[in-house]
C-alpha cells in the first residue's frame, strides 16, 4: 500500500506531486553509523531532491552533551530551521539515504518541537532515483522563517524515568537493535559499552518493519511484528535503540498503526549501556 499522509509518510508519487508547492520543505536527513563508510553531506552535495535542505542529525544536538546528537536546546533547534527556511506554516518532508533510516529522527524531533505537519519519504532517496525523478546538485534559495515551538515533554524519557519503567513493568521498553546486540551476542560498534539490553526490554528489530525496498509495511503488518515480539500494545511504550535514531523508526511504526502512547529514550544503549550502575540483561530474558 501507498501511504500518503502528511503527517507520517508520503509516497515519491505525492511527493513529486506537490514538490513545487510554495510551502513544502524537504529535508535530507541522512545520517550513516561509522562503519558504514559513507559521507551524508558530501553525498548530500552531489544530488538532492530539488529545493531540499542538508539536515545535520550530529550538528543539530546537545553538543554539551558525551551522548551522541542528543535533542538540542529549544533555541538551537529553532535558530537552525530559521536558518534552513524552515518554520510555521510549512509541510515538511524527510527523507535519508538508506530508505528509512534516520530520516524517522527528525520526523520525531520536529513532533517533540511541536511541529506536526511533517512527514517521512516511504523508500526514501534511493526509492525516489531508481524511479527516475528529478535530482539536483544546487543550495536551494533560502528566506528565513519563523517557527514556534512547543515541546512536547511526554514524548521524551530520559534514564532516570527509563529506569523506573524497566522496575516497575508499566510500560514496554522496545528495542530497535539488531537481536544479536539485543541478546548480547554481538559487540556494539561504540567502545566502552556493555552488551545486552534494559531489563524486561522487548525486541523490535527495527528492520522488520521495512519491505525489501526499504518502504514501511502496511499498519497490519506492523501490528503483528510488534505483538509477534511480545510486546502488550495495551501499555504505553518507550522505544530505544544504540543511540535514539533507529527507536524513531518504531515510534514511526508505532503511530502509522495507530498507537499514540509512545514516547523515545534519547540516550538509548550509548547512555545505558556505559551506566556500570545500571543493571543489563543477556539472552532474550
Not at 100 to 108: D, E, G, H, K, L
Request: net charge negative.
Amino acid at each position: 500500500m501507498a501511504y500518503d499522509d502528511p503527517k507520517t509518510l508520503v509516497s515519491t508519487e505525492w511527493l513529486a506531486k506537490h514538490l513545487k508547492d510554495p510551502d513544502l520543505r524537504v529535508l535530507d536527513a541522512s545520517w550513516y553509523l561509522p562503519t558504514m563508510n559513507r559521507n551524508p553531506k558530501a553525498e548530500y552535495d552531489d544530488a538532492h531532491i530539488p529545493g531540499a535542505r542538508f539536515f545535520d542529525i550530529d550538528e543539530i544536538s546537545d553538543l554539551r552533551s558525551d551522548l551522541p546528537h542528543m535533542i538540542p536546546p529549544i533555541e538551537k533547534f529553532m535558530s537552525r530551521c530559521r536558518a534552513m527556511g524552515v518554520g510555521d506554516g510549512h509541510q515538511i518532508v524527510v527523507y535519508d539515504g538508506m530508505g528509512i533510516f534516520s530520516a524517522p529522527r527528525v520526523w520525531w524531533m520536529f513532533k517533540l518541537m511541536g511541529q506536526d505537519n511533517i512527514a517521512v519519504l516511504d523508500g526514501g532517496f534511493a526509492k525516489w532515483q531508481a524511479e527516475g525523478r528529478p535530482i539536483e546538485d544546487l543550495p536551494p534559495m533560502i528566506r528565513d522563517r519563523h517557527m514556534t515551538v512547543r515541546r512536547q515533554n511526554h514524548m521524551v524519557k530520559d534514564v532516570t524515568q527509563v529506569s523506573a519503567a524497566s522496575k516497575l513493568r508499566d510500560h514496554e521498553i522496545i528495542d530497535a537493535r539488531s537481536a544479536a546486540r539485543f541478546r548480547g551476542d554481538a559487540a556494539e560498534p561504540r567502545p566502552g559499552l556493555r552488551a545486552g539490553h534494559i531489563p524486561g526490554a522487548r525486541n523490535v528489530y527495527y528492520a522488520d518493519l521495512l519491505n525489501a525496498d526499504q518502504t514501511m509495511k502496511d499498519p497490519l503488518a506492523l501490528k503483528a511484528v510488534f505483538e509477534s515480539a511480545g510486546v502488550d500494545l495495551s501499555k504505553p511504550a518507550i522505544t530505544s535503540c544504540g543511540s535514539g535514531v533507529t527507536a524513531a523508526i518504531l515510534s514511526l511504526a508505532m503511530t502509522c498503526f495507530g498507537k499514540s502512547d509512545h514516547s523515545l529514550y534519547d540516550g538509548s544503549w550509548a547512555e545505558w549501556g556505559a551506566f556500570p550502575t545500571l543493571p543489563v540483561a543477556t539472552g532474550d530474558d
